[in-house]
């Protein structure tokens, strides 16, 4: 019976072969739910999938040409970064832990502190997630995320009553805010709307299948 590794790997080849790109150059950390953002900032000659370098990484910068930055999704958000001026990629998985550890927005801060990224030239794409329709919380994680975005001043919007001791939580919106606190230009955040929940007879969603989910693949790459 093939191990979970070698399972990814054997994927990995048949998404190479459809996209024409060198599965060699592939990277993927082993996710964890952390804030912990690692730079790729050598060439990459051999497959890097659940190494212990990138143990408990939960998001990738690089500036390094056709480096492929890879990282799994089942609800939590992908968030792509381009800074097209200093030619910088980021692939960041933020679940709601990861949000309330604004992860996101600390990526922004490690493009400009590593790379000189100016933020105003960042583009970020957020992919299919988990939406507030779905997301559907009890009073304790109510509790985190109130008490952790109550000075923005939207915590109605980000927030939703569920009627039944429960709560619905906008974990994109505020994803946005915090990348427009780091600088990021409003129109440069491009939300693709999907929720994987409400989407999950066609992507992977955990909150429906729970541990028969599998894990979309998202992959970013800066081509010569």
Not at 58 to 72: A, F, M
Not at 109 to 127: A, H, R
Request: charged share 25%.
């Amino acid at each position: 019976m093939a191990s979970k590794k070698e399972d990814v790997i054997r994927n990995y080849k048949k998404i190479s072969d459809e996209l024409g790109i060198d599965y060699n150059k592939i990277i993927r950390p082993y996710q964890t739910h952390t804030d912990n953002i690692k730079c790729v900032n050598n060439d990459v000659d051999s497959i890097n999938i659940f190494q212990k370098e990138y143990l408990e990484v939960d998001g990738l910068l690089t500036n390094k040409k056709d480096v492929i930055l890879s990282l799994g999704y089942a609800d939590c958000i992908p968030l792509f970064f381009y800074d097209p001026v200093k030619k910088v990629i980021g692939n960041i998985h933020s679940g709601w832990k990861g949000t309330l550890q604004k992860i996101g927005q600390k990526a922004v801060y490690k493009m400009i502190d590593v790379y000189g990224c100016n933020p105003d030239d960042i583009i970020c794409c957020i992919g299919p997630s988990i939406r507030k329709c779905h997301f559907e919380v009890d009073k304790d994680v109510h509790t985190l995320f109130y008490n952790e975005f109550l000075y923005t001043n939207k915590i109605e919007d980000i927030i939703q009553d569920a009627s039944n001791g429960k709560y619905y939580i906008d974990t994109v919106l505020i994803n946005k805010i915090i990348l427009e606190e780091a600088g990021l230009k409003k129109e440069n955040i491009i939300d693709s709307g999907i929720c994987t929940a409400c989407n999950y007879d066609i992507m992977h969603s955990y909150r429906v299948k729970g541990n028969m989910a599998g894990r979309n693949t998202a992959i970013i790459c800066l081509k010569n």
